[in-house]
């Protein structure tokens, strides 16, 4: 019978929910190292691009227009428009539009993408009570270590099993967040932990529609609203996340409890953050870097008679649409990033639009791709070969793409993400003011200061 597939019920857990919640609201602020502090300050300004960025998107507009029926008050920022929201409404459209293009920061171990549902949580909260820049930073990383942690622990069979990760442990992280920011106590914090984790938003059945990045608005709103209600004295389970019918044990076999406590408030996950250079699924970037080396290598599409690629077996089934028709499907296709790789040398969200997957140089060229199973070739790595008209093979090994933690994006190179999103929606000034205030956020004494800049 299928239903007694399932591992049995884990009655010696340890109370983690008491454990997360001790920690979230008694850690003491900037309790961490320089490094943990300026990766805070890089995710948060990733994760603003990001959202900025695909401000004018459809999906943008669809929500906006659902949330406008409500007629919200106007407590919070929708980061690059000029609407302004009540603050659950505005962390769901922040947590949409930030995960809209696929280009947000990535905890590469548990592949959650933390920022979208904690900082869209805690920004718009922020902006309400007119918290500080050190109290949003605060709540960022505890948010965000709270969340994948919880990931940690049941990654990668929560996942297997059809789960949005990132959805399905970010109301946690922003419910974290969120209490944080309210200097909730320890065991307000339980029960707004407590309260989220009848939460989890997301199945991987939605990959590549519009409700994927409805995943982290949602997650976000369910956090921020479990943080009120907890704080006005609503209650639930002080064991929802492990207890046999709490969260973790319901969604996943896997349950490493020793993830929650292992070096809790010594070792930060947003150490592990990276943020992506190209605006697609994370697998395709080592052979887009590998092109865009073959490029600076003087290799040029007209000489191209095709460019062999050696690939595990993970990228073909995740990204091998050969014969991509728009631009949400060369997201998918490792195909279509080769040919920008090597045309362009980057694949930002431009690159990716409908325009270019149909632009005839690009059909061509990425007609000459040819990719070939090699499971010794580890999932973040590639090896690349342009073999030329005139004979020659020009050959490329990538085994840590740019991006990743062993090759991380500079804060100069993060700027020019940044600028490529915001500029475009913003303007040039803006986005200097903006990028300015977000390096010194952790000093800025009002983050209404840094929102009104987000507004045209």
Known sequence: MAHNTHVAADTNAPPVTSILAKFVSGHVSKGWTQAVEHEAHRTFYNWLGCAIGAARHEAADAALAAVAMFEPAQQATVLGRSERVDMASAALVNGITSHTFDFDDTHLKTIIHPAGPVASAVLALAE?????????????????????????????????????????????????????????????????????????????????????PFHPGGAARAGLTSALLAKHGFTASPRALEAPRGFVQVVSDKRAWNEVTDELGERFEISFNTYKPFACGIVIHPSIDACAQLREQGVKPEQVERIELRVHSLVLELTGKKEPKDGLQGKFSVYHGCAVGLIYGHAGEEEFSDAVVTDPKVVALRNKVVATVDDTIAEAAVDATA???????????????????????????????????????????????????????????????????CRP
Request: net charge positive.
């Open 387 to 453: 073999v030329l008209t005139d004979g020659r093979r020009v050959h490329v090994r990538v085994d840590h793409a740019i991006g990743s933690l062993e090759r991380p994006l500079s804060d100069v190179q993060l700027e020019g993400k940044f600028n490529a999103l915001v500029v475009p929606v913003l303007g040039e000034a803006k986005a200097r003011e903006i990028t300015a205030a977000c390096w010194k956020l952790a000093a800025l004494p009002n983050v209404r200061d840094l929102t009104a800049l």
């Open 128 to 212: 309400k009570t007119g918290a500080s820049g050190r109290d949003v930073i605060d709540a960022l990383v505890l948010g965000i270590d709270v969340a994948c942690r919880i990931g940690n622990t049941m990654y990668p069979d929560h996942y297997d099993r059809g789960w949005h990760i990132t959805g399905s442990t970010g109301m946690l992280g922003a419910a974290a967040g969120c209490a944080r920011l309210l200097k909730m106590n320890e065991q307000q914090t339980q029960m707004a932990l407590g309260i989220a984790a009848s939460q989890p938003v997301g199945f991987r059945e939605q990959f590549g529609t519009m409700t994927k």
